[in-house]
Antibody
Framework: EVQLVESGGGLVQPGRSLRLSCAASGFTFDDYAMHWVRQAPGKGLEWVSGISWNSGSIGYADSVKGRFTISRDNAKNSLYLQMNSLRAEDTALYYC????????????????WGQGTLVTVSS | QSALTQPASVSGSPGQSITISCTGTSSDVGSYNLVSWYQQHPGKAPKLMIYEGSKRPSGVSNRFSGSKSGNTASLTISGLQAEDEADYYCCSYAGSYVVFGGGTKLTVL
């Protein structure tokens, strides 16, 4: 059974940093691209970032470019999101999502999602 | 990186069919056959319903179908059931990033 379990969310002050993790199991992690997708309270889905199977291709939404860094450790079956210079508008539930292909250069769809970890940016 | 355009809400009675549109541009929906659709019930994670425009993942009812014409993709749900009431999001690859639609709330009357 595929499982994606996010962790690392919490309440953080504006300008501070937070690192999210996603532990994957039930599939061959290094065969697939992985993504972070967020959802602000009561709002729609927003793609944040994606990383190919071998970390060779990485993409970011303009809203987080230069502040967030995605990475993965295939030996640990884990995906990460380092979030710096956090803003109030980054407040959201952050989902880890598995792609159905290995590379983000032709991302087709997200077939498995975690339950999300909530990030609240507030003073 | 502008969001794809979806109607805010649609509704239908049990047994009827509804269609949700998703309008993008020649840089996203129009350029790639890589549109996907997600169903999200309140408090739950999204669920993949359609990928690559018209393909259904294993386990998804054949009442759900997808299509595309130009810069607009569509999700059709036939034989509406009460459990179809949910939010639906379209999503497209856009070259160097991924873009979602704003979401459509489906109400089953």
């Amino acid at each position: 059974e595929v499982q994606l379990v996010e962790s690392g969310g919490g309440l953080v002050q504006p300008g501070r940093s937070l690192r999210l993790s996603c532990a994957a199991s039930g599939f061959t992690f290094d065969d697939y691209a992985m993504h972070w997708v967020r959802q602000a309270p009561g709002k729609g889905l927003e793609w944040v970032s994606g990383i190919s199977w071998n970390s060779g291709s990485i993409g970011y939404a303009d809203s987080v470019k230069g502040r967030f860094t995605i990475s993965r450790d295939n030996a640990k079956n884990s995906l990460y999101l380092q979030m710096n210079s956090l803003r109030a508008e980054d407040t959201a539930l952050y989902y880890c999502a598995k792609d159905i292909v290995p590379d983000i250069v032709a991302t087709t769809a997200f077939d498995y999602w975690g339950q999300g970890t909530l990030v609240t940016v507030s003073s | 990186q502008s969001a794809l355009t979806q109607p805010a809400s649609v509704s239908g009675s049990p047994g009827q069919s509804i269609t949700i549109s998703c309008t993008g541009t020649s840089s996203d929906v129009g350029s790639y056959n890589l549109v996907s659709w997600y169903q999200q019930h309140p408090g739950k994670a999204p669920k993949l319903m359609i990928y690559e425009g018209s393909k259904r993942p294993s386990g998804v009812s054949n009442r759900f179908s997808g299509s595309k014409s130009g810069n607009t993709a569509s999700l059709t749900i036939s034989g509406l059931q009460a459990e179809d009431e949910a939010d639906y999001y379209c999503c497209s690859y856009a070259g160097s990033y991924v873009v979602f639609g704003g979401g459509t709330k489906l109400t089953v009357l």
